[in-house]
């Protein structure tokens, strides 16, 4: 197990019984259909160069959708 998914893991047992059952079922749905979705190596290396800058903005569920517009 790499040390990353240990850290996760121990971060996930620190939360309610609840909170763990949605981080599990979020979990085995990425593992279900991780074939689905792929990421080519440039989209990759954008969505790292976004995680990894300081003053990144985070945007709501709802205005995330209506960006997409999908409904709300």
Do not use: C, W
């Not at 850290?7 to 074939?35: C, G, M, N, P």
């Not at 976004?50 to 903005?57: E, G, K, T, Y």
């Amino acid at each position: 197990m790499s040390k990353l998914l240990e850290e996760t893991i121990a971060k996930v047992r620190a939360l309610s019984a609840s909170e763990q059952d949605a981080a599990a079922f979020a979990l085995i749905d990425y593992l279900d259909h991780r074939q689905d979705v792929q990421l080519t190596d440039a989209q990759l290396a954008e969505v790292r160069r976004r995680l990894a800058d300081p003053d990144r903005v985070l945007i709501s569920y709802e205005d995330a959708r209506k960006r997409l517009g999908l409904p709300v």
